[in-house]
């Protein structure tokens, strides 16, 4: 049924309709409104399911690693600090295989300290093997929570569901909440291949000397490498069921376009009016929405952008003495293809200001009037 | 598309408001989407809230600057905020005032409406009168501004939202529409109605 949702209860209602019954959380804004609720269905029956209380988010991640060991269906949320201190067991998760969801909403790191919307706490982490898929509205944020639990189950690795601090996280807006019966026959419980049981107890994440050690790093890199067919299966059973797909990445007017700009996040759904207006005005622009970051959909990229006249990539993160983290990797895919384009890098709306559709037009133009970039990251919106 | 612009202090449920209104017209038909612009949550502090309606799927989701419709929950902001900044031309905005302001030169070239919502919260025993809560009275008096949707609406909405004092704010809602003074599109030198 559609009802106005908070793209924070998004989470919570898909993480309720797929029965987690492991979840750990230290509360920490933005992202507070995710396990207030999971918290409260948890303590009222809602849920069978355990809520483990913790004093940190490292603690957090601890706790869901633990459980995922155990065979349960996790999941944890967190931000900015939160996320940057779990950092050392995100590698944990990953190696361990344990396919564990966590909804990670971006917010700006400290200091000067602010709460609002940046990506480069979830960018910072895109080393850490976990596959990273960043949501557009209140519906792609619950779609995409849970085919994260089927992708996850079907490959043994993290998830992390991304959304933006407020614009999404905070934005009410209709969404369909489907009913239990519908998710239970697109999600069934979970069936681990490895379960640390007390009735049958063996040790986990021992040494792994020289002589096997690149070996698993090999296994997540094959499996990673698997993930674009596997998430193509999972989207088309979840579009018999649910009529939605969403794709590793979509092109919006992107056939005779001769400027792409690529996107993520909510800036995406403000860029579809943009290039909407623009191409009412005869303009040849076209968009391409990136909401697979890892494993990095290097083949489309290829495809869609290879052979276009101008590249330019909207970053809302920035990675010091380098650029735009999306431009690298935009830039990374198209260096070994001949004739590639020039990718023009663009910095705004670090820390919650506001992208708005005047920012996106400016990017346009300043790409479509400059032959090549005058840098590799030009900063729009800055105050003077 | 319109958009609505909220202006209240942390506490006075200016988001709840927001989201109430949001959910009215969702009934009646219209996508909506809604959001708080947080400065850190802090009782008193000034907080904004938007609102954008239509009748298809709203793509933009950056701040609202532009509006077509201003609601301010609070009359001292006035000193401290530019409630009217970039309201359009003709546009409308609605105060929680006890009575009609002196001068209205501020407030040429839009719409202008006044309730006191501040009773009407403290006659349904809704808060204090230091601490009234008005939200409910707002979004009634709001639903004659814009002249829709329909108060039946409205009532739906906070029976749904609403589990403490729900006929209370119920009232307030009703009470508010009805007792809204409405002074149209002030011309320049509308020192009087």
Known sequence: ?384 | MYEIRFHGRGGQGTVVASILLAKAFFNAGYYVQTFPLFGVERRGAPVEAYLRLDKEKILVRSNIYKPDYVVVQDAKLLDRVDVTAGLKKGGSILINLKDAPDTMETFSGFRFAFVDANQIAVNNGLGSRTQPIINTAMIGAFARVMEMPHLDIITGAIENEIHVKTDQNVSAARQAYEAVTLFGMLENNCGNP
């Open chain 1, 1 to 384: 049924m559609k009802k106005v949702l908070e793209g924070s209860h998004a989470v919570s209602e898909a993480v309720r309709l797929a029965k987690v019954q492991v979840l750990s959380a230290y509360p920490i804004t933005p992202q507070t409104h995710i396990v207030e609720a999971l918290s409260e269905y948890c303590s009222d029956g809602t849920m069978n399911a355990r809520f483990l209380l913790v004093e940190s988010e490292h603690s957090a991640m601890a706790a869901v690693i633990g459980a995922s060991s155990g065979g349960a269906r996790t999941f944890t949320a967190t931000s900015s600090q939160g996320l940057a201190l779990m950092h050392e067991l995100l590698h944990w998760a990953s190696a361990a295989r344990l396919p564990i969801i966590m909804a990670e909403v971006n917010r700006a790191l400290a200091p000067g300290w602010n709460i609002w919307m940046d990506q480069t706490d979830s960018l910072a982490q895109r080393d850490t093997g976990w596959i990273q898929l960043y949501c557009e509205d209140g519906q792609d944020v619950f779609d995409t929570t849970l085919q994260a639990y089927r992708l996850a189950e079907a490959i043994n690795l993290p998830v992390m569901v991304v959304l933006d601090a407020f614009f999404l996280s905070h934005t009410f807006e209709p969404v369909d909440v489907p009913d239990q019966d519908l998710v239970d026959r697109f999600l069934p419980p979970f069936s681990p291949r490895i379960e640390l049981k007390t009735s049958d107890p063996f040790a986990m994440g021992q040494m792994a000397p020289p002589n096997v050690y690149m070996e698993m790093r090999h296994d997540i890199q094959k499996a990673m490498e698997q993930v674009p067919d596997i998430f193509s299966r999972v989207e088309q059973e979840f579009a018999a069921i649910f009529g939605r797909s969403y794709g590793p990445v979509e092109r919006v007017h992107c056939d005779d376009a001769q400027v792409i700009m690529v996107v993520t996040g909510t800036v995406a759904s403000t860029c579809r009016k943009v290039i909407s207006d623009l191409r009412s005005q005869g303009e040849k622009v076209g968009m391409l929405k990136l909401r697979m970051f890892r494993p990095f959909p290097t083949d489309l990229i290829r495809e869609n952008l290879g052979s276009v006249q101008k590249v330019a990539v909207v970053d809302r993160n920035f990675s010091f003495g380098a650029s735009g983290i999306f431009a690298q990797e935009i830039r990374a895919a198209l260096c070994n293809r001949n004739g590639h384009p020039p990718v023009f890098g663009y910095i705004t709306g670090l820390g919650g200001r506001d992208v708005t559709p005047e920012i996106l037009a400016e990017i346009y133009w300043k790409t479509k009037n400059s032959a090549l970039p005058e840098n590799e990251s030009v900063w729009v919106g800055l105050n003077e």
